[in-house]
């Protein structure tokens, strides 16, 4: 059974950091692209960022650039999101999910169950 | 464009068919994928493809695409279909995802 589980979420000062964590279990890690979604209170939801199968490409949203790093560790099926120079705009459920790229049809196929980020004082 | 636009808000009656649709220029490009999202709950794919259902989405759910629109249909809507829905695809560079805004299905 394919599972996604996020963690690290939590309530930190604007201008602050926090690293979001994703263990992958039951499909193998290392043959899939990964992305983070985001949904703010109330909102839609947001893709991220995405990252390819050995971690030599990434992709991110233009209001995350340069202050996101999506990062992964195929031996240990994890993924990861450190987030810097936090804003109250970030604050969201960030769900990590497992991407599908085959052609002309892409989606996500499994997704996590999310972890809050509040960013406030 | 990088954008992909819905209705914010549609209703069905029980047991009626409803049309979600979903606009944008990726979706010349490529196929929308929609998403079921209840209050409190992760996402859940619904349609991907051309129009292909996950294992344990129920046929009442179908898709299809049409120039730069693609449509999620329900077809004999249950109350268990109440729930917000999302379309999304690569956009236009290939590189990024982009969502629709969602829609709120209401079944009366």
């Known amino acids: 059974e394919v599972q996604l589980v996020e963690s690290g979420g939590g309530l930190v000062q604007p201008g602050g950091s926090l690293r979001l964590s994703c263990a992958a279990s039951g499909f193998t890690f290392i043959n899939y692209w990964m992305s983070w979604v985001r949904q703010a209170p109330g909102k839609g939801l947001e893709w991220v960022a995405n990252?390819?199968?050995?971690?030599?490409?990434?992709y991110y949203v233009d209001s995350v650039k340069g202050r996101f790093t999506i990062s992964r560790d195929n031996a240990k099926n994890s993924l990861w999101l450190q987030m810097n120079s936090l804003r109250g705009e970030d604050t969201a459920v960030y769900y990590c999910?497992?991407?599908?790229?085959?052609?002309?049809?892409?989606?996500?196929?499994?997704w996590g169950q999310g972890t809050l980020v509040t960013v406030s004082s | 464009s990088s954008e992909l636009t819905q209705d914010p808000a549609v209703s069905v009656a029980l047991g009626q068919t409803v049309r979600i649709t979903c606009q944008g220029d990726s979706l010349r490009s490529y196929y929308a994928s929609w998403y079921q999202q209840k209050p409190g709950q992760a996402p859940v794919l619904v349609i991907y493809g051309k129009n292909n259902r996950p294992s344990g989405i129920p046929d009442r759910f179908s898709g299809s695409s049409s120039g730069n629109t693609a449509s999620l249909t329900i077809t004999g809507s249950q109350a268990e279909d109440a729930a917000d829905y999302y379309c999304n695809s690569r956009d236009s560079s290939g590189n990024h995802w982009v969502f629709g805004g969602g829609t709120k299905l209401t079944v009366l």
């Open positions: 990252i390819n199968q050995v971690g030599s490409e990434e």
């Open positions: 999910a497992r991407d599908r790229i085959l052609g002309a049809t892409t989606f996500q196929d499994y």
